[in-house]
């Protein structure tokens, strides 16, 4: 429901109980008031006193219907009209040409013309005040030949108990205003919890979020478009904060990024510079010597871009804008052809790679083919770097859990000291004993972590001194 029509819906039903509250306290009011007082204190015979009266004015009334006015100046039928004072208390008063002609009673010539007056403007058996009393009436009116006019008035004193109507009046006026109050202020109370506080808080809120304070949080409170908005209010803060968080992270990745790349790079391109120096101050004076010094220069420079590539592919996967395509894969012919990829490397260092395949039965992973080649590259550079030079072994062995499949790559090297584990798969990283002397990027295992965990995957590793290294990457089947 719209805040608007809510707020009319909600003051209509104050002012329909207040209505309802107050006819049952008038209820309850004349019953309490009769009990006390008694029946006669609410005007009980008065009432009924005055629809016998009424009943008579109205025979009356009919009579004089019937008679013409010259009739009602007949001395025996005015006789007539005296006696029906004694019998039933109606006094008859006629008029003709609004000149006072016969009165049954004693009445002052000018309350009897106001009485005329009075009954001109008044419905017939209603009460109008002559001279001291309150007086029923009921009127005839003649059209005489002459062009006047002849009225008969016929009038009968009541009593009516004003005090009690009063007090009735009183107290329904002033319980409606009490009720209708106590309503409203509920309704007030209701409006500004549900919806005028909220709104307020929602407005402190936005001012400190456009002063850049996303810390504090936005309670669901209130009641329909205002608890939607706090909700949406509220989501928008997450999502900014969210943002900007992730923008001080990229930028500092970026800056981090930057000076170690900067670091990094100068080494080889520092070597380089000296080989060509070399070269053109003719320190390398013979051919054998300038290819020397040539090879090295190559080799420094597919470092340089190694490197750079390195950090442009941690730099994407980073801020997730490079797309994965995934793929149905048996695992084990997967590992069968990265085995047969890399033999040929270990060979030639003069290592043992070989693939263990501990499967029950064939199992298939959803991996992107290419960007995991990737992750089994690095490991198995840094396994074949660091792996024993007289009898180096690198084991990959394949294993299943219920719900995943584990890769295991094992080198018999000298391992990683323990207060270094925690910190091998952040970016430039190196431990003094086992990454120091390290020619690659110094980002194979942060990009290799990257790549397992947009897989929805999980790698770690254990090693001891002198033991050898176990890098582990666990996905699902």
Known sequence: MQ???RFFTMNVLAVLISVVATALAVIVFIAVYTRAVGPEAIGGQDLKRILEVRAELAKLKNAASGLEFEQLLEPQLQHELSEQVRNSEIDTVIFENRKLVFASGKFNSIDLEKALLLSDHASEFETIEV???TRLFARTDYALPSGDKGTALFLAPVQLETKFYLYVGIFTVSFFLLTFFITNFIVSYRFARGFIGPVARLKDAAVNMSEGDLSGGIAEEGEGEVRELCR?????RIRLK??????????DNRRFLISSISHDLKTPVTSILGYIEGIMDGVASTPEKRNEYLATVCS???LVNAMIDDLLLYSKLDMNQLPYHFEQTDLAAYFDDCVADHRYEFEQAGLRLTLANKLQQPLTIRIDRERMKRVIQNI???ARRYADQECGKVEIKLRETRTSAIIEIKDNGKGIPEQDLPHIFERFYRADSSR????GSGLGLAIAKQIVEGHEGKIWVTSQAGEGTRMLISLKK
Do not use: I, P
Not at 232 to 236: A, G, I, N, Q, Y
Not at 436 to 439: L, N, R, V
């Open 232 to 236: 949406s209010l509220e989501s928008m």
């Open 3 to 5: 805040l608007t029509k």
């Open 131 to 133: 001279g001291s009393k």
């Open 436 to 439: 120091q002397g390290d020619a």
């Open 242 to 251: 969210e943002s900007l968080y992730l923008q001080e992270k990229y930028d």
């Open 300 to 302: 420094k420079a597919m």
């Open 380 to 382: 198995l550079d840094n």
